[in-house]
């Protein structure tokens, strides 16, 4: 299960902590740690983690909106990070929003502008794990 934190997540190898204080939920007794990702706080950091994507998705976004340090998206509030790609697209057409826009950017980002996020780190690695086994 791929889902946002929506916030700071203390212990990433241990998601159904953060996830029960969050948003009290409880881990199923068949799933293991290693079954839930927790993507980043939410979505966009991933979408303005990929610049390049966003160029070509949306031929007229402003770049000087758009943060390139990878370091710094991860601690931006989702509120911020939204407000973020809502003022670099607000003269596209359509501008950026959540749900059908947010689906089709997320299907287009390219995994290895990802690599520089350390909460995808975990993700790749419990995959390859997986699928190598």
């Known amino acids: 299960?791929?889902?946002d934190s929506e916030g700071e997540v203390s212990d990433s190898s241990k998601p159904w902590i953060h996830l029960r204080q969050q948003d009290n939920w409880v881990q199923p007794s068949h799933v293991e740690n290693d079954q839930?990702?927790?993507?980043?706080?939410?979505?966009?950091?991933w979408l303005l983690a990929d610049v390049q994507t966003l160029k070509e998705h949306y031929?007229?976004?402003?770049?000087?909106?758009?943060?390139?340090?990878?370091?710094?998206l991860e601690t931006i509030s989702p509120k911020e990070l939204l407000k973020t790609l809502l003022k670099a697209t607000e003269k596209c057409s359509p501008p950026?929003?959540?749900?059908?826009?947010s689906f089709l950017l997320l299907a287009k980002i390219n995994p290895i502008a990802l690599k520089q996020l350390g909460s995808y780190d975990r993700m790749e690695r419990i995959l390859k794990n997986r699928l190598i086994s």
Do not use: W
């Open 59 to 72: 031929s007229r976004i402003g770049q000087k909106n758009l943060s390139s340090d990878p370091d710094h």
């Open 1 to 3: 299960m791929l889902i």
């Open 96 to 101: 950026y929003s959540k749900g059908e826009q």
């Open 36 to 45: 839930v990702f927790l993507m980043t706080r939410c979505m966009e950091a």
